[in-house]
C-alpha cells in the first residue's frame, strides 16, 4: 500500500456557509491504516510502514476484510493531546520497545476518512458520503475513535480554543478524496504560532565543538532554501545527540541566504532533510524566527514539503 494523504491549505480565517462541515485539527501524526483480513498496516505520510511502533493500533483491525483509513496518530497527557509525548513513540522500531511504550505511553488513532471499504475505492465520493461509512465502520466496532465533526465553524474554533487544541480544519462537504493534493477543500486554521523547518546547519561553542546547541532552519522558496533563523531553546542533550546522528554534514551553504558565522562559534553546514517542528512568538523584521522553541523532529514530512504555507 502507499496512498498519498490529501492536505489541507493553511488560511488566517475559517470559510462559512452551508457547504463546509468542522474538525479538530488533532496534535499527532498523519498515518494511513490499511486492514486486509483483520492484519493491520500503518503508513505514515511519508510511505513508510510504522506498524511496529503502534501495536496497540491492531486491535482496530477485529473483524474488518478490507479498509483503508485516514486518520491521526495521538498521544494524550491530561486529556488533551501531547505531540512531546507523542515523540516518544514515533521512532521506535524495536517490537519489545515498542510493546514497553505502548503500556506506558498509549496512543489513539482517531480516524477521519475512508478511501475503500471491503474492495470499493471512496475516493471520488463526497465527502458526507465517506464520513457516513466511516461512522458506520466505527460504531460497529470497538476501539474505534473518530474525529467529532461539527456544522458551525465559530463554536468549533472556540470549543478547539478552550481545550487548547491546535485550530481546526473546515471541509467541503461535497469534495471528493484528493491523493497527494493540497486542496482548497480542505481549509486549516492554526491557534498557536507552530510551523515545520528544515534543518540547514547546527552551531556549537569553540570551546565545545562537538556539542550541538542550536540548530539552523530554513524553508523552501522556489525550489531554494531560505533561512529562518535559529533554535536552541527546547533541545534537550538527548535530543540533540539523536540529532547530530541523523545530520549529514556537507562543506558547502545549502541556503540562498547564508548568515554569516556568529563571534565564538561553529558552524557545520548539513543535508537539508530533517524536518523539526517550532514553536514562535513572531517573524521579526529581518524575515527570521523570534523566541524560537523546539518542539520535535518530524520524521512524517519531507523537506520539500516545508513551505511557509504548508
Same mark, same amino acid.
Given at each position: 500500500?502507499?496512498?498519498?494523504?490529501?492536505?489541507?491549505?493553511?488560511?488566517?480565517?475559517?470559510?462559512?456557509?452551508?457547504?463546509?462541515?468542522?474538525?479538530?485539527?488533532? *496534535?499527532?501524526?498523519?498515518?494511513?491504516?490499511?486492514?486486509?483480513?483483520?492484519?493491520?498496516?500503518?503508513?505514515?505520510?511519508?510511505?513508510?510502514?510504522?506498524?511496529?511502533?503502534?501495536?496497540?493500533?491492531?486491535?482496530?483491525?477485529?473483524?474488518? *476484510? *478490507?479498509?483503508?483509513?485516514?486518520?491521526?496518530?495521538?498521544?494524550?497527557?491530561?486529556?488533551?493531546?501531547?505531540?512531546?509525548?507523542?515523540?516518544?513513540?514515533?521512532?521506535?522500531?524495536?517490537?519489545?520497545?515498542?510493546?514497553?511504550?505502548?503500556?506506558?505511553?498509549?496512543?489513539?488513532?482517531?480516524?477521519?476518512?475512508?478511501?475503500?471499504?471491503?474492495?470499493?475505492?471512496?475516493?471520488?465520493?463526497?465527502?458526507?458520503?465517506?464520513?457516513?461509512?466511516?461512522?458506520?465502520?466505527?460504531?460497529?466496532?470497538?476501539?474505534?475513535?473518530?474525529?467529532?465533526?461539527?456544522?458551525?465553524?465559530?463554536?468549533?474554533?472556540?470549543?478547539?480554543?478552550?481545550?487548547?487544541?491546535?485550530?481546526?480544519?473546515?471541509?467541503?462537504?461535497?469534495?471528493?478524496?484528493?491523493?497527494?493534493?493540497?486542496?482548497?477543500?480542505?481549509?486549516?486554521?492554526?491557534?498557536?504560532?507552530?510551523?515545520?523547518?528544515?534543518?540547514?546547519?547546527?552551531?556549537?561553542?569553540?570551546?565545545?565543538?562537538?556539542?550541538?546547541?542550536?540548530?539552523?532552519?530554513?524553508?523552501?522558496? *522556489?525550489?531554494?532554501?531560505?533561512?529562518?533563523?535559529?533554535?536552541?531553546?527546547?533541545?534537550?542533550?538527548?535530543?540533540?545527540?539523536?540529532?547530530?546522528?541523523?545530520?549529514?554534514?556537507?562543506?558547502?551553504?545549502?541556503?540562498?541566504?547564508?548568515?554569516?558565522?556568529?563571534?565564538?562559534?561553529?558552524?557545520?553546514?548539513?543535508?537539508?532533510?530533517?524536518?523539526?517542528?517550532?514553536?514562535?512568538?513572531?517573524?521579526?523584521?529581518?524575515?527570521?524566527?523570534?523566541?524560537?522553541?523546539?518542539?520535535?523532529?518530524?520524521?512524517?514530512?519531507?523537506?520539500?514539503?516545508?513551505?511557509?504555507?504548508?
Amino acid at each position: 500500500m502507499h496512498v498519498q494523504a490529501m492536505l489541507a491549505t493553511a488560511a488566517a480565517a475559517l470559510p462559512h456557509g452551508p457547504g463546509w462541515s468542522y474538525e479538530f485539527k488533532w *496534535d499527532g501524526v498523519r498515518a494511513i491504516i490499511e486492514i486486509i483480513r483483520g492484519e493491520l498496516r500503518i503508513q505514515s505520510r511519508r510511505g513508510n510502514d510504522v506498524s511496529v511502533a503502534y501495536p496497540e493500533l491492531a486491535v482496530l483491525a477485529g473483524d474488518v *476484510d *478490507d479498509a483503508v483509513v485516514d486518520g491521526e496518530i495521538v498521544a494524550f497527557a491530561d486529556g488533551r493531546p501531547s505531540f512531546g509525548l507523542l515523540q516518544t513513540r514515533m521512532h521506535v522500531r524495536v517490537k519489545a520497545d515498542a510493546a514497553r511504550l505502548a503500556a506506558e505511553a498509549p496512543v489513539t488513532f482517531i480516524a477521519f476518512d475512508v478511501l475503500r471499504l471491503y474492495g470499493v475505492g471512496l475516493i471520488d465520493r463526497p465527502l458526507t458520503e465517506r464520513r457516513a461509512t466511516l461512522e458506520r465502520l466505527a460504531a460497529e466496532r470497538q476501539g474505534w475513535t473518530v474525529s467529532p465533526n461539527f456544522d458551525d465553524g465559530t463554536a468549533t474554533a472556540e470549543a478547539a480554543r478552550a481545550h487548547g487544541l491546535e485550530g481546526v480544519i473546515a471541509k467541503r462537504l461535497a469534495s471528493p478524496y484528493r491523493p497527494g493534493v493540497r486542496s482548497a477543500d480542505w481549509i486549516k486554521v492554526k491557534f498557536t504560532q507552530r510551523a515545520e523547518f528544515v534543518v540547514v546547519g547546527w552551531e556549537a561553542d569553540a570551546a565545545r565543538p562537538d556539542v550541538l546547541s542550536s540548530l539552523l532552519l530554513g524553508y523552501v522558496v *522556489d525550489d531554494r532554501f531560505r533561512f529562518a533563523g535559529k533554535v536552541g531553546s527546547g533541545l534537550s542533550q538527548r535530543i540533540a545527540g539523536s540529532l547530530l546522528r541523523s545530520l549529514t554534514v556537507r562543506r558547502d551553504s545549502p541556503l540562498a541566504d547564508a548568515p554569516a558565522p556568529s563571534p565564538g562559534r561553529i558552524l557545520t553546514w548539513t543535508q537539508p532533510r530533517v524536518v523539526v517542528e517550532v514553536s514562535y512568538s513572531e517573524w521579526a523584521r529581518d524575515g527570521r524566527l523570534r523566541h524560537a522553541v523546539f518542539v520535535g523532529i518530524r520524521t512524517d514530512k519531507e523537506a520539500s514539503e516545508v513551505t511557509l504555507d504548508g
